[in-house]
């Protein structure tokens, strides 16, 4: 349909993506890299359905592509935070705060 926009929201949505796979790789540890997870999830997904529009116009790919990126915008804060206490209680052996509890694995260093 709209070739051009076609190709800049592509375009963007590959950016997005790379420069999230960049960051987490530049992080130190799983905990910092995790905020870049959400570049694609939060930004990129909302461009895929406007992608297919411009191919397909207004059509049940288009609303099954909306569809899925509304699960990845509702789910990306679930997954998040489900992700960072998995972390904590790898390093720690458990969820709740507890006197004492040492937060060196933020830096990435095992706790004592």
């Not at 375009?11 to 997005?16: G, I, N, P, S």
């Not at 997870?37 to 059509?59: D, K, Q, R």
């Not at 569809?67 to 990845?72: S, T």
């Amino acid at each position: 349909m709209i070739d051009w926009l076609q190709n800049a929201v592509l375009a963007v949505l590959a950016l997005t993506c790379w420069l999230g796979c960049i960051g987490m790789l530049r992080m130190r540890n799983a905990t910092q890299a995790l905020h870049y997870v959400s570049l694609p999830s939060s930004i990129a997904a909302p461009l895929l359905p406007l992608a297919v529009w411009c191919v397909t116009g207004w059509s049940v790919a288009t609303l099954k592509a909306g569809l899925i990126a509304l699960f990845l915008l509702a789910s990306n804060s679930v997954v998040a935070h489900a992700t960072a206490r998995a972390f904590r209680v790898r390093k720690l052996g458990h969820w709740q705060p507890r006197e004492g509890d040492r937060l060196d694995y933020l830096d990435g260093s095992e706790p004592q």
